[in-house]
C-alpha cells in the first residue's frame, strides 16, 4: 500500500474494526470524491500537496524549535542564560531570526557559478526533505508507507552530498572548497557504517518497512530492538556517531570548521539561501533521531502497553482512535527530540576532531564493529530462534 | 597497533566522553533548575553592584563650588565649560549661587570626557564628583553635553539662558562703570566748583 495520503489510508496493514481511524479518512475521501476515476486522481493530487504541506510545516515548526532549544542548551551549559528577551525566555527569536534572514540582501559573489550556486541549497534542502516520505509520524500517519523505506532513507540522503559539492564548488572560494571536500570525505565514508546499521535492524526485522520494523516492538519496553540483544545495542551507538558525522554536527563538524574554514561550504551564502542551509541542518538531524527511533528505540510505543492500547481495541470509538493516534505521534516526536538533544548535549561538550581521526574513526572502528554486530545480531537471533520466539526474553537472554 | 591497544583506545575515548558530557549535563541541570553558575545579569532590569570608587558621570555640589576654575583648567580634554561671576555678590543675581560665586554655565561634554577623575583632584571646597552613574546616552552628539547646574541635558533653553547672562552680565558691568564714570564725574564738577568759590 504506497498511498500518498499524510494519514495513510492503509486497511490491509492494521488489525482495524470497520469504523476505526484509516476506515474513518477513507470513507471521508470517498465521501468527498466519490469513486470515480477523476475524483480518485484529484483527490490523491490534493491529498499528496497536503501530505507535502504538513510535513513542510513540522519542518519548519521543528526548526525553529530546535534552533532554539539548541541555544539555550549552549547557553545553560556554558553558565550563560541565552534569548531571553524576545517572548518570554526568548522562544520567539528564531521567529525574529527567520524575518532577519529573508529580508536581508542576498549576495551572489561576481565569480560564482550563477545557476550551481543558486540550485544548490535548493538541492540540499530537497535531499533532507525527500527523506520524511517514508518516516512515520505516528501510526497510520506516514506519507507513504514505502516497504523499501530504510532503503530508501540511506540512499536518498546521499543526494544532500552532491549539493553540498555544488555549492562549495560554485561559490569560487578556497574556503568553501577544503570545506566541501572535506564534506564529501565525511559523508560518503560515514554512510557505510550507517547502512551496516540498517543492514542488521533489517535482519532482525525481516523488513525494511519502517511501519513494519515499528510494528514488531510492539508491548513493553524490553520488546525494543536496543534490548534485543547486545550486538543490536552495539550497533544502535555506531548508529548514533555515524549519524552525527552524517549531519555535519560536532565533533564531526569539520565541513564548516569555524576556526580553520571560516564556515565551510556556505562561506558565500546569505539571506534565505543561507536560511535554507540551515533548515535542512536542522531537518536532518531530526530525520536521523527519528530514524533511530523508529529502528531502534520503539517508534511510536510508549514502551508500557496501556497507554500503546488506547484506541486500538476492537470497540475504540473514532475519539479514542484519534486520541491514540494524537499520544503515539507525541510518544515518537518527543522520543527524537530527547535523540536530537543528546546530539545538542554532544555538540557542546566535545571538541572538534582531526581530519584523520575522522576517516580512523569511521573505517577503522565504526565499520569493524558495526560489521561484527551484522554477524553477532544474525546468529543470535538465530540461536535465539531456535529455542524459542525472541520475544519470549526479557533483555537479552534472561526469561521472562 | 597492537590488539590490547586498539581497544584500550576504544575505551579511553569512551571514557573520557562519559566524563566529559556528565560534567556538561551536571552545569546544565543546575543551571536550569537551580540557577546555580549563571553569570548573565539581565541588565536594564537588573544590575551588579557599582564599586564605590566608580568613576562616572559627574555631579556638582553647586552651593559649594567657588568658580575657581581649577576642574577646567587640569581637564585633559578640555571638556568642562564654566560661566558665571565670581564674588559673593556678583553683578549678576539670576543665576545658581556658589559660596563666593554665581554660576550660569556649568557643563561636561560627555563626547570628549575620559573620565580621568583629574577635575576632582584639585578642586578647594571638593565640590565635583564622578559618580556611579554610567549609561549616558542619546541620538544627537549635541544632547552629550551635561548641565551639572540643573543634572540634566544642556538643551538650548540653557543656552539662552546663559546668553542672556551673558549680556545681562555685560550689561551690568557698563551700567556700573557709567555711574561710577558719572559719580566721578559730578564729584570733579563739585570739586571745580569748590575751587571757583
Given at each position: 500500500?504506497?498511498?500518498?495520503?499524510?494519514?495513510?489510508?492503509?486497511?490491509n496493514h492494521g488489525t482495524l474494526p470497520a469504523a476505526n481511524g484509516a476506515n474513518y479518512f477513507e470513507n471521508l475521501f470517498v465521501s468527498v470524491f466519490g469513486y470515480s476515476t477523476a475524483g480518485t486522481?484529484?483527490?490523491?493530487?490534493?491529498a499528496m500537496f497536503l501530505a507535502c504541506l504538513a510535513v513542510f510545516g513540522f519542518v519548519n515548526v521543528f526548526a525553529l524549535f530546535a534552533v532554539w532549544l539548541e541555544r539555550k542548551v549552549s547557553a545553560h551549559m556554558q553558565c550563560r542564560l541565552g534569548p531571553m528577551e524576545?517572548?518570554?525566555?526568548?522562544?520567539?527569536?528564531?521567529?525574529?531570526?527567520?524575518?532577519?534572514?529573508?529580508?536581508?540582501?542576498?549576495?551572489?559573489?561576481?565569480?560564482?557559478?550563477?545557476?550551481?550556486f543558486i540550485i544548490a541549497p535548493a538541492i540540499v534542502f530537497a535531499g533532507t526533505f525527500i527523506r520524511f516520505v517514508p518516516l512515520p509520524f505516528s501510526q497510520y500517519a506516514t506519507a507513504a508507507d514505502l516497504n523499501l523505506g530504510l532503503f530508501f532513507i540511506a540512499s536518498v540522503g546521499s543526494v544532500e552530498v552532491l549539493g553540498v559539492i555544488m555549492?562549495?564548488?560554485s561559490s569560487n572560494n578556497k574556503w568553501s572548497l577544503l570545506g566541501t571536500i572535506r564534506t564529501a570525505t565525511q559523508m560518503v565514508s560515514y554512510e557505510i557504517p550507517i547502512g551496516i546499521a540498517f543492514v542488521?535492524?533489517?535482519?532482525?526485522?525481516?523488513?525494511?518497512?519502517?511501519n513494519e520494523i515499528v510494528g514488531q516492538q510492539e508491548g513493553w519496553f524490553f520488546n525494543w530492538f536496543v534490548f534485543r540483544n547486545p550486538f543490536l545495542m552495539t550497533v544502535s551507538i555506531v548508529y548514533l556517531i555515524a549519524a552525527l558525522a552524517e549531519c555535519?554536527?560536532?565533533?564531526?563538524?569539520?565541513?564548516e570548521a569555524e576556526s580553520e574554514l571560516v564556515s565551510g561550504f556556505h562561506t558565500e551564502y546569505s539571506g534565505i539561501r543561507f536560511a535554507l542551509f540551515f533548515l535542512a541542518e536542522y531537518a536532518a538531524m531530526y530525520i536521523v533521531s527519528a530514524v533511530a527511533v523508529v529502528i531502534?528505540?520503539?517508534?511510536?510505543?510508549s514502551g508500557i502497553p496501556a497507554i500503546d492500547q488506547i484506541g486500538m481495541g476492537q470497540g475504540a470509538s473514532t475519539f479514542e482512535v484519534v486520541l491514540g493516534i494524537l499520544i503515539k505521534a507525541h510518544v515518537l516526536i518527543g522520543k527524537a527530540i530527547g535523540i536530537v538533544f543528546v546530539q545538542m548535549w554532544i555538540r557542546w561538550t566535545l571538541p572538534r576532531v582531526r581530519l584523520d581521526q575522522m576517516m580512523y574513526l569511521c573505517w577503522k572502528v565504526l565499520l569493524p564493529i558495526s560489521l561484527v554486530c551484522l554477524v553477532g545480531s544474525a546468529m543470535w537471533d538465530l540461536a535465539m530462534g531456535a529455542f524459542a520466539d525472541s520475544n519470549e526474553y526479557f533483555l537479552f537472554f534472561i526469561p521472562k | 597497533m597492537s590488539v590490547t591497544r586498539y581497544f584500550s583506545n576504544i575505551f579511553g575515548v569512551g571514557k573520557s566522553i562519559v566524563i566529559g558530557m556528565s560534567i556538561t549535563m551536571k552545569y546544565f541541570v543546575e543551571s536550569l533548575l537551580f540557577k546555580k553558575h549563571t553569570v548573565t545579569v539581565q541588565y536594564p532590569r537588573e544590575m551588579d553592584a557599582i564599586p564605590e570608587r566608580h568613576r562616572g558621570i559627574h555631579y556638582l555640589e553647586t552651593e559649594k563650588c567657588i568658580m575657581c576654575w581649577k576642574c577646567s583648567d587640569i581637564c585633559p580634554v578640555d571638556c568642562i565649560y564654566i560661566e558665571g561671576v565670581r564674588g559673593a555678590d556678583g553683578v549678576l543675581k539670576d543665576g545658581w549661587r556658589g559660596k563666593k560665586a554665581t554660576l550660569s554655565k556649568f557643563t561636561v561634554d560627555y563626547?570628549?570626557?575620559i573620565f580621568c577623575g583629574l577635575c576632582e583632584e584639585p578642586c578647594p571646597p571638593l565640590c565635583i564628583h564622578l559618580g556611579p552613574e554610567f549609561d549616558y546616552h542619546s541620538t544627537d552628539r549635541k544632547l552629550m553635553e551635561k548641565n551639572l547646574l540643573t543634572d540634566a541635558v544642556y538643551t538650548e533653553d540653557d543656552e539662552k539662558f546663559v546668553q542672556w547672562a551673558r549680556d545681562e552680565n555685560v550689561r551690568l558691568i557698563d551700567e556700573t562703570k557709567a555711574k561710577k564714570a558719572a559719580a566721578r564725574a559730578a564729584k570733579a564738577a563739585a570739586a571745580e566748583q569748590e575751587k571757583d568759590d
Amino acid at each position: 500500500m504506497n498511498s500518498p495520503l499524510f494519514i495513510a489510508l492503509d486497511v490491509n496493514h492494521g488489525t482495524l474494526p470497520a469504523a476505526n481511524g484509516a476506515n474513518y479518512f477513507e470513507n471521508l475521501f470517498v465521501s468527498v470524491f466519490g469513486y470515480s476515476t477523476a475524483g480518485t486522481v484529484l483527490g490523491a493530487g490534493l491529498a499528496m500537496f497536503l501530505a507535502c504541506l504538513a510535513v513542510f510545516g513540522f519542518v519548519n515548526v521543528f526548526a525553529l524549535f530546535a534552533v532554539w532549544l539548541e541555544r539555550k542548551v549552549s547557553a545553560h551549559m556554558q553558565c550563560r542564560l541565552g534569548p531571553m528577551e524576545v517572548g518570554p525566555h526568548g522562544v520567539l527569536q528564531t521567529i525574529a531570526d527567520g524575518v532577519k534572514l529573508t529580508v536581508k540582501e542576498d549576495i551572489i559573489p561576481k565569480v560564482a557559478d550563477k545557476p550551481l550556486f543558486i540550485i544548490a541549497p535548493a538541492i540540499v534542502f530537497a535531499g533532507t526533505f525527500i527523506r520524511f516520505v517514508p518516516l512515520p509520524f505516528s501510526q497510520y500517519a506516514t506519507a507513504a508507507d514505502l516497504n523499501l523505506g530504510l532503503f530508501f532513507i540511506a540512499s536518498v540522503g546521499s543526494v544532500e552530498v552532491l549539493g553540498v559539492i555544488m555549492a562549495g564548488w560554485s561559490s569560487n572560494n578556497k574556503w568553501s572548497l577544503l570545506g566541501t571536500i572535506r564534506t564529501a570525505t565525511q559523508m560518503v565514508s560515514y554512510e557505510i557504517p550507517i547502512g551496516i546499521a540498517f543492514v542488521t535492524v533489517a535482519v532482525s526485522a525481516g523488513s525494511l518497512s519502517l511501519n513494519e520494523i515499528v510494528g514488531q516492538q510492539e508491548g513493553w519496553f524490553f520488546n525494543w530492538f536496543v534490548f534485543r540483544n547486545p550486538f543490536l545495542m552495539t550497533v544502535s551507538i555506531v548508529y548514533l556517531i555515524a549519524a552525527l558525522a552524517e549531519c555535519k554536527r560536532s565533533p564531526f563538524d569539520l565541513p564548516e570548521a569555524e576556526s580553520e574554514l571560516v564556515s565551510g561550504f556556505h562561506t558565500e551564502y546569505s539571506g534565505i539561501r543561507f536560511a535554507l542551509f540551515f533548515l535542512a541542518e536542522y531537518a536532518a538531524m531530526y530525520i536521523v533521531s527519528a530514524v533511530a527511533v523508529v529502528i531502534f528505540l520503539g517508534g511510536w510505543w510508549s514502551g508500557i502497553p496501556a497507554i500503546d492500547q488506547i484506541g486500538m481495541g476492537q470497540g475504540a470509538s473514532t475519539f479514542e482512535v484519534v486520541l491514540g493516534i494524537l499520544i503515539k505521534a507525541h510518544v515518537l516526536i518527543g522520543k527524537a527530540i530527547g535523540i536530537v538533544f543528546v546530539q545538542m548535549w554532544i555538540r557542546w561538550t566535545l571538541p572538534r576532531v582531526r581530519l584523520d581521526q575522522m576517516m580512523y574513526l569511521c573505517w577503522k572502528v565504526l565499520l569493524p564493529i558495526s560489521l561484527v554486530c551484522l554477524v553477532g545480531s544474525a546468529m543470535w537471533d538465530l540461536a535465539m530462534g531456535a529455542f524459542a520466539d525472541s520475544n519470549e526474553y526479557f533483555l537479552f537472554f534472561i526469561p521472562k | 597497533m597492537s590488539v590490547t591497544r586498539y581497544f584500550s583506545n576504544i575505551f579511553g575515548v569512551g571514557k573520557s566522553i562519559v566524563i566529559g558530557m556528565s560534567i556538561t549535563m551536571k552545569y546544565f541541570v543546575e543551571s536550569l533548575l537551580f540557577k546555580k553558575h549563571t553569570v548573565t545579569v539581565q541588565y536594564p532590569r537588573e544590575m551588579d553592584a557599582i564599586p564605590e570608587r566608580h568613576r562616572g558621570i559627574h555631579y556638582l555640589e553647586t552651593e559649594k563650588c567657588i568658580m575657581c576654575w581649577k576642574c577646567s583648567d587640569i581637564c585633559p580634554v578640555d571638556c568642562i565649560y564654566i560661566e558665571g561671576v565670581r564674588g559673593a555678590d556678583g553683578v549678576l543675581k539670576d543665576g545658581w549661587r556658589g559660596k563666593k560665586a554665581t554660576l550660569s554655565k556649568f557643563t561636561v561634554d560627555y563626547t570628549v570626557c575620559i573620565f580621568c577623575g583629574l577635575c576632582e583632584e584639585p578642586c578647594p571646597p571638593l565640590c565635583i564628583h564622578l559618580g556611579p552613574e554610567f549609561d549616558y546616552h542619546s541620538t544627537d552628539r549635541k544632547l552629550m553635553e551635561k548641565n551639572l547646574l540643573t543634572d540634566a541635558v544642556y538643551t538650548e533653553d540653557d543656552e539662552k539662558f546663559v546668553q542672556w547672562a551673558r549680556d545681562e552680565n555685560v550689561r551690568l558691568i557698563d551700567e556700573t562703570k557709567a555711574k561710577k564714570a558719572a559719580a566721578r564725574a559730578a564729584k570733579a564738577a563739585a570739586a571745580e566748583q569748590e575751587k571757583d568759590d
